[in-house]
């Protein structure tokens, strides 16, 4: 497994992610083996939500959930890259300091532990008070409950707008990206081009942004066709050259296409980070595998066009 460079933080942290979202359908042995197998292929980070459970249960479900199943020493946990997000509250988004300091405790209590790694905000409150936001961080800094900060999808203008009070680094925005589902990336290629719907930004830059900003990406969602759909990987009805390239490219470097959908976004300049949702091990494998390979420009781009990007 690859390591990157957390933002503009000192740590050095694995390419790939576990995350944490569905692990209310596995038993406590079963969450401890998922745990493993990601730890046996070199992930170290784990990530978690305060609102991550099934529907209707109470915040804090996965968390509580990992932290009983593993039951981690202090020395365990100090080995873990925890990483946890706030903001979304049942019909509303919310940023208000009360809250951000309330979740915090909250899974500061749930996942056992008396830090956070990373405290992301999760989804933008359009009624954000930087001043507000600046205060809870401040207070959770000095207090030593969370070390670094960030954001999950967030435009350039949103960051900007915290950083005039914010004052600890934003090291982190994650934000959905596939080969099927990569407008941050397609829009810009296809500029000029006013007659492709390609061509509106609705990302506004947040790639190029991020790297300018030594920000580090995770894609979330790594193989899902769009905002809705399902998995593109076999879908052949709707990708069938996509998997024919897949499997090609598979073959050719000994792996599955899961590792050439995961390497695919490995291979961007910007050092993104991939968050694996999934709750089984072989696929968790699978995905790890990718972290090894670099595919070449021309391989890329096959990729890309193939999932329906528009080249000039």
């Given at each position: 497994m690859k ?7 000192d ?15 596995l038993?406590a042995?079963?969450?401890?083996t998922l745990?493993?197998?990601a ?7 784990f990530?978690?939500?305060?609102i991550?459970?099934?529907?209707g249960s109470p ?6 959930l ?15 890259i ?7 509250r049942?019909?509303?988004?919310d940023?208000s300091?009360?809250?951000?300091l309330?979740s915090?405790?909250?899974?500061l209590?749930?996942?056992k532990?008396d830090?956070?790694d990373?405290?992301l905000?999760?989804r ?5 008070e ?6 809870a ?8 409950k ?11 203008g ?13 090291v982190v925005n994650?934000?959905q990206?596939?080969i099927?589902?990569?407008p941050s990336i ?5 500029m000029?081009m ?8 609705r990302?506004?830059?947040?790639l ?6 030594d920000?580090t990406v995770?894609?979330?969602s790594p193989?899902q066709?769009?905002?809705t759909g399902g998995?593109?990987?076999?879908d052949?009805e ?7 390239i897949?499997?090609?490219l598979?073959a050719s470097y ?11 976004i ?6 993104i980070q ?5 709750t089984?091990?072989?696929?968790l ?8 390979i ?6 890329w781009?096959?990729l890309?066009v ?6 000039p």
């Amino acid at each position: 497994m690859k390591n990157v460079t957390l933002g503009t933080t000192d740590l050095t942290v694995s390419q790939h992610i576990l995350g944490l979202m569905r692990i209310t359908e596995l038993s406590a042995s079963e969450i401890r083996t998922l745990v493993g197998d990601a730890q046996a292929e070199g992930i170290t980070f784990f990530d978690h939500a305060d609102i991550y459970g099934s529907s209707g249960s109470p915040e804090h479900v996965c968390e509580s959930l990992f932290a009983d199943a593993l039951n981690y020493t202090s020395a365990e946990r100090e080995q873990m890259i925890l990483q946890t997000k706030c903001g979304i509250r049942p019909g509303y988004f919310d940023f208000s300091a009360e809250h951000i300091l309330d979740s915090v405790n909250g899974s500061l209590k749930a996942l056992k532990t008396d830090y956070l790694d990373l405290l992301l905000l999760h989804r933008p409150d359009a009624l954000v008070e930087p001043d507000e936001v600046a205060s809870a961080f401040d207070q959770l800094h000095s207090e030593g409950k969370v070390r670094h900060f960030g954001v999950s999808n967030h435009t350039p203008g949103q960051i900007e707008l915290l950083k005039r009070s914010v004052r600890q680094p934003l090291v982190v925005n994650q934000l959905q990206l596939s080969i099927t589902h990569a407008p941050s990336i397609t829009s810009g290629l296809a500029m000029n081009m006013a007659h492709a719907e390609q061509s509106v930004d609705r990302h506004n830059g947040v790639l190029d942004y991020c790297r300018l900003n030594d920000i580090t990406v995770q894609a979330w969602s790594p193989f899902q066709s769009g905002a809705t759909g399902g998995v593109f990987i076999g879908d052949r009805e709707n990708y069938a050259e996509l998997n024919d390239i897949l499997d090609e490219l598979a073959a050719s470097y000994g792996v599955t296409p899961t590792a050439i959908a995961a390497a695919w976004i490995t291979r961007h300049p910007a050092r993104i980070q991939v968050v694996l949702g999934t709750t089984k091990g072989s696929r968790l494998r699978e995905a790890a595998a990718g972290s090894e390979i670099e595919l070449t420009r021309p391989e890329w781009y096959r990729l890309l066009v193939a999932g329906g990007a528009l080249l000039p």
